[in-house]
Each structure stands twice: as C-alpha cells, then as structure tokens.
C-alpha cells in the first residue's frame, strides 16, 4: 500500500512541475515595450485553438508566436512590422482585424446583407398583417351594411 500511494505521489508531484515547465517569463528593459508584447498577444490569434489569441492559449504553437513576438521586440521591431511579420507566416487569419480586400469583404459585407434581409422580412410581414386586418374589416363592414 506504501509503494502505491508514493508511486501516485510521485506522479502527482511530476504532473504539477510540469506546469511549471511550460511557463515562459519574458523581462523587458523598458515598460513600453511590456505593454506592446501584451497587446500584441492579445490581438494575435492562435493558428490551433483558431478562437483563442496567443496569450491565452496554452497550445505549443501559440508559445513558439508568443516567443517570437518576443525576440522580434527585442531586434527592436514595431508593433505593425510584428504583425506583418505574422501574416506573412501564417496568413491574415493569425490577426483578428482582417484586412478588407477581395478575399475577405464577404465578412463585412455579409452582416449588411442580412441586416437588410431581416428588416424587409419584418416591413412585409407587418405589410401582410395590416391589410389581412383590413380586409377583414371590410368584410364585417359589408355584412354590416346587408344586414340592414
């Protein structure tokens, strides 16, 4: 029973270094430049979890961009040269401002498209209701005026 318990001490006791492991500290000499790594993990999307940015996520590619995002601050690279750094690696995916250009005006324009869908399909329905109302109305009104 000893050895049972201490082998599932020992495993439990690796699993938590092992976060520990994967833990990245990146130091700054200037605050300004802190803040730009933090935006910019906070604006690049990570290629594998595709809805979450890289500093949230915890996939492997994700900690190669945010290293990457690192090393290029600190070869002194600003925060758009980064970012065309990225989408040139990895597509416009990999930012979550996508360009608008022929390829993606559809994501623009698609919202639009339905918005004005809805409000004709709202304005004819109200349309088809009003004059089923009326004609109603009218049908009572001729029965009204026969009865007399």
């Known amino acids: 029973m000893k050895g049972f318990s201490f082998l599932i001490f ?14 990245d500290k990146f130091y700054f000499e200037a605050p300004e430049q802190q803040a730009l790594f933090f935006e910019l993990t906070k604006e690049l999307r990570c290629p594998k979890c595709q809805n979450q940015n890289i500093a949230d996520s915890d996939a492997m590619i ?3 961009l945010k290293r990457k995002v690192y ?22 995916f ?3 401002q996508p360009p608008v250009n022929s390829m993606t ?7 639009l498209f339905f918005i004005c869908i809805a409000i004709a399909g709202i ?7 009003v004059s089923h109302l009326d004609d109603e109305k009218l049908k009572k009104a001729k029965a009204l005026l026969e009865s007399d």
Request: glycine share 8%; charged share 20%; aromatic share 16%.
């Open 94 to 96: 990999v930012y979550y």
């Open 123 to 129: 304005v004819l329905g109200r349309k088809r209701q």
């Open 105 to 111: 005006i559809w994501l623009w324009l698609l919202p």
């Open 10 to 23: 020992s495993f439990l006791f690796g699993q938590s270094l092992s976060v520990f492991a994967t833990e």
């Open 71 to 92: 090393q290029l601050l600190q070869q002194g690279q600003t925060k758009e040269e980064v970012i065309d750094f990225m989408k040139l690696r990895y597509g416009d």
């Open 62 to 64: 994700a900690i190669d």
